[in-house]
């Protein structure tokens, strides 16, 4: 058997605990009646302030990564690509407003990017996360 290095099974505990919210939003749909997109919309923003707990309790001298932790700008963007939601979703918007209260409390100020949609906003505020 292959073991797993460290990083990976970070990565593969991250996608575990995003599908175990993210599976099944159909059949709860369908038992609540509550809209599928709102449902998701939902349990990415959890994901999100989980995200959010990450980056504030991890030290900044650790947050390019360690032995046994990857970075967290690639953990990030590997939970929020797999969150199948669109591209101008609430969700967006909500976590790029964390990490700003966050680059907000350390000082740091980001330049100014262009960006086209709402997921472009935060996946480039992530960027300043290191």
Not at 94 to 118: C, G
Request: glycine residues 4%.
């Amino acid at each position: 058997l292959n073991k797993m290095t460290d990083h990976e099974e970070e990565f593969l505990c991250d996608r575990f605990a995003r599908n175990f919210l993210l599976d099944n939003i159909d059949q709860y749909q369908a038992q609540s009646g509550y809209p599928a997109s709102l449902v998701r919309m939902k349990r990415a923003m959890s994901i999100g302030l989980a995200l959010f707990c990450i980056l504030v309790i991890t030290p900044h001298e650790k947050r390019k990564g360690t032995v046994t932790h990857p970075p967290l700008a690639d953990r990030f963007n590997e939970l929020t690509n797999g969150l199948n939601i669109p591209d101008n979703d609430h969700f967006w918007i909500y976590f790029s407003s964390l990490i700003l209260a966050q680059l907000r409390h350390e000082r740091v100020s980001p330049v100014a990017f262009n960006f086209q949609t709402q997921k472009d906003l935060c996946l480039g505020l992530i960027d300043y996360l290191t």
